[in-house]
């Protein structure tokens, strides 16, 4: 047995950063002694899904080939309210089909 309780060591959750990094200074930036890092590229592509950060972020549903079933008017509240009470619906009906 050791003395009192030794103190827990203390362990960062994270890595620490790599050596290089302490060439990014705000002095090494300011004076060029340091390459800046890469630029963003707009254009990628992730798991075979390509994207456009200069574009839109969403296609809209026409441009998917999917019918739009619900108004365009911007009466989002209401439409989400008739969604809300059709689901409500299937499921009481599944419901009543589960209990027979």
């Given at each position: ?70 108004s365009p008017t911007g009466r989002w509240k209401e439409e ?8 409500v619906a299937a499921f009481l009906d599944m419901l009543s089909?589960?209990?027979e």
């Open positions: 047995m050791t003395g009192p309780a030794a103190a827990p060591a203390t362990i960062s959750p994270f890595p620490p950063p790599p050596d290089y990094a302490m060439n990014y200074s705000e002095e090494n930036l300011r004076e060029m002694r340091c390459l800046p890092p890469p630029p963003v590229p707009s254009r990628f592509t992730v798991y075979n899904e390509a994207y456009d950060l200069e574009g839109p972020l969403l296609p809209t549903l026409a441009e998917m080939g999917i019918n739009q079933i619900y989400l309210k008739k969604l809300n009470r059709s689901v089909i589960l209990i």
